[in-house]
């Protein structure tokens, strides 16, 4: 959703070192040819990746390896938190100060104002797709896009989640547990769990609630009260289980049957 938008040199280098870890001894032609990279890019990166000591990088014989021992999901975060568009988004959507300022921007980034201006402007463009837009510094528009976006940059791009409270961590093994019980499948892959757990997540810890949710309406056309009461059981036993004690209106259960009505299997309904 946000690859396309991320700076073509953290993706290439991203698709570049997945594609020598699951083909060990590639030459730098076939490494083109697979990634669809021009050749000058591919050996210009390589050069650079070569150079980079997080990266167990290697070439022997015009053949490149990377140590199997390589945690490369750690080596992508890395190359993620470089990205001055991805933290730049992660910091506007997660921004509730209507007093900060670029310049104030700039020393938390660590990037210079010229630098934080131009990102913004980018930033601007790319959050049109999501019918969105920044005012002082905070991303505003509607509420369930903000949360997505929040969730994509902490499960895809590994961004830490915002506001984090040791009372309210959330259990990835208790949600798929409790799921699997009120919808009775167990067709929920891992990373739409964790997916779904940071939507969870971020529903419970942000205060405000817009009503103007894209599709609502959809979830009239299925077994509404049926669903709405499984998911209601799902919040309020994951609610009990995790020691939650503040309590939710119709509003926020309205949010969850949202979440849960676009993350789980179609055919449940």
Do not use: W
């Not at 014989?61 to 140590?67: L, V």
């Not at 309210?168 to 919808?183: D, H, I, P």
């Not at 939507?199 to 309406?217: C, D, E, Q, T, V």
């Amino acid at each position: 959703m946000l690859d396309k938008f991320i700076e073509p040199t953290i993706n290439r280098k991203i698709i570049i070192t997945e594609a020598i870890y699951t083909n060990p001894g590639i030459n730098l032609e076939r490494l083109a040819k697979l990634t669809s990279i021009n050749l000058q890019s591919t050996r210009r990166l390589l050069k650079e990746l070569l150079n980079d000591s997080q990266l167990s990088l290697t070439k022997q014989n015009k053949q490149y390896y990377i140590d199997p021992e390589q945690d490369l999901v750690a080596y992508h975060t890395n190359l993620y938190q470089q990205s001055p568009f991805l933290t730049f988004l992660y910091f506007v959507l997660t921004n509730h100060n209507q007093n900060v300022s670029v310049t104030n921007i700039s020393f938390v980034l660590n990037r210079s104002v010229s630098s934080v201006y131009e990102t913004r402007r980018f930033t601007q463009q790319v959050l049109k797709h999501f019918d969105l837009t920044i005012h002082k510094n905070m991303v505003t528009g509607n509420e369930l896009n903000q949360r997505l976006l929040i969730s994509l940059l902490i499960t895809k791009y590994h961004f830490d989640a915002a506001e984090s409270d040791a009372s309210t961590q959330f259990n990835n093994n208790l949600l798929t547990q409790l799921t699997r019980e009120q919808f009775q499948t167990n067709e929920l892959l891992p990373e739409n769990n964790r997916f779904l757990l940071n939507l969870i997540n971020i529903g419970f810890k942000r205060s405000k609630y817009s009503h103007n949710l894209p599709n609502l309406a959809l979830i009239n056309h299925f077994q509404q009260t049926q669903f709405m009461h499984r998911v209601k059981n799902v919040i309020n036993n994951y609610r009990q289980q995790i020691h939650l004690s503040s309590s939710l209106n119709s509003h926020d259960y309205q949010y969850f049957t949202y979440v849960f009505f676009h993350c789980l299997p179609i055919y449940l309904f």
